[in-house]
Each structure stands twice: as structure tokens, then as C-alpha cells.
């Protein structure tokens, strides 16, 4: 079994991007570590009624991590405590050298995190950046580890747009791991309330989640077995 790292900007982006794909690997009894870099404490949305001010946000935000960790089965969330809206400006070697002790702590097999500057948000770019320097210092003492970025698109034109080094367009199907996904959908209560689709009938709302969700493999060695990130 293999640990896999998810290094993401906000609470709610292990979920919302690749929350089936998490539970899963939980699932199969992989480890899986979520680096969030903020608590997202300056998100617009205070939940439907108003659950939070902007002092109270970060801290219930946390929370609902918690909750979207527990729910997917992740085994252990490390909050890096950086600023929300501000992780560009975290020092380079500062944030680099955070990660790469992770790394080297944890020994993921696989790192989840976005590309610069394809994951859109400031943030996003942002983490994405760190965590491919610091998988790059990882990587010299373990070769065999993977890096992956998130792909926002669901087929081969969106894995078109990935500059080089870009190997492969990894496709995880988690048909049987919706279930999950939703219930985390749903512990981050305040970025989904609006989301009429994620509060109806259980069923109805597992069966609009997408079936599968997609990765881009950056570095490391070929994947063996389509449709995996670990083997
Ligand atoms: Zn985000």
C-alpha cells in the first residue's frame, strides 16, 4: 500500500476536484495525506443562512475540512497556515522547504496538486508551484515517486493544454465512491448550500456526480496500469 499526498490552496478543493478519488484510494487501503495551504477565512460565500463572519470564517472552514477529511477517509490533514488570498506571497524557500520535509516525512508514492498556471486561482497556481519545487528536491532521493497535476477538463483536449513534461492523462473511475464525495460535498456547508444539486434527495445528487475524475502525470515513472496513481 502506498501513501499519496494531496497538496491544495482552500478547504474544499481536495473534494470538490478530486474528492472520489481520495475515498477511494482510502478505500483500497492506501494512506492519504491532504497539505491545505490556507483555511480559506476569505471566501465570499458565509453559508445559506449566514453561519459565519469574516472573523469566524477561517475557523469553521477548518472544521468542515475536518469533517470532508473524515468523510473521504483521509488519515491525516496538515494545515500549513498560510494567508487565504495571499500564498503567492509566501517566501519561495520557505514554503518549498515546509513541503519537502512533508515529503520526506510521509514518502508519498504519488503528489496531487495543480499546475501553474492551469489551476486558475492565484492560490492554486501558487501551492502548485511550491509543491512541484519541493516534489523536485524529493524526487532525487526517490525516483520512483509521482507527481500529478488536476485536470479541470475530462478528456484528452484539456491534457492537450499541459505544457510538456506532461506523460500521461490518468482517468479514475469513482462510480462506486460518490457517496462519499457528497457526504464531504456536504461538510463544507458553506460553499455548497447554494448548490441546490448537492441537498436534494441523496440518491438524486450521487447520481449527478461525475463518474470519473483526471490527472495529468508530470513526473516520474510510466504508470503500469491505466486508470491508477499508484502503481
Ligand atoms: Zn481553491
Excluded at 517566501?91 to 515529503?103: K, T
Excluded at 492537450?160 to 490518468?170: G, N, S
Excluded at 462519499?180 to 447554494?194: D, G, M, N, Y
Excluded at 448537492?198 to 496500469?225: D, N, T
Amino acid at each position: 500500500m502506498a501513501t499519496v499526498m494531496g497538496v491544495f490552496a482552500h478547504p474544499d478543493d481536495e473534494t470538490f476536484i478530486a474528492g472520489g478519488t481520495f475515498a477511494r484510494l482510502a478505500a483500497e487501503g492506501h494512506r492519504v495525506v491532504i497539505a491545505c495551504a490556507t483555511r480559506g477565512e476569505m471566501g465570499r460565500r458565509l453559508g445559506v443562512p449566514l453561519r459565519a463572519t469574516r472573523e469566524s470564517l477561517g475557523a469553521l472552514r477548518e472544521q468542515e475540512l475536518r469533517e470532508a477529511c473524515a468523510a473521504l477517509g483521509v488519515s491525516r490533514l496538515v494545515l500549513l497556515g498560510y494567508r487565504d488570498k495571499e500564498v503567492e506571497m509566501v517566501p519561495e524557500d520557505e514554503g518549498v522547504s515546509r513541503l519537502e520535509s512533508l515529503f520526506a516525512e510521509e514518502r508519498p508514492a504519488s503528489v496531487i496538486t495543480f499546475h501553474d498556471p492551469l489551476g486558475g486561482h492565484p492560490d492554486h497556481a501558487a501551492i502548485g508551484r511550491l509543491a512541484t519545487s519541493a516534489f523536485a528536491r524529493y524526487r532525487r532521493m526517490n525516483e520512483g515517486a509521482r507527481l500529478f497535476y488536476l485536470a479541470w477538463g475530462d478528456d484528452l483536449a484539456a491534457f492537450r493544454r499541459y505544457p510538456q513534461p506532461a506523460k500521461a492523462l490518468v482517468e479514475v473511475d469513482v462510480r462506486a465512491y460518490r457517496r462519499q464525495k457528497l457526504l464531504a460535498f456536504r461538510a463544507h456547508r458553506t460553499q455548497s448550500e447554494l448548490d441546490g444539486a448537492i441537498w436534494g434527495s441523496e440518491e438524486k445528487a450521487v447520481h449527478r456526480m461525475r463518474h470519473c475524475e483526471y490527472f495529468v502525470l508530470s513526473q516520474g515513472p510510466s504508470l503500469r496500469r491505466p486508470g491508477t496513481l499508484t502503481d
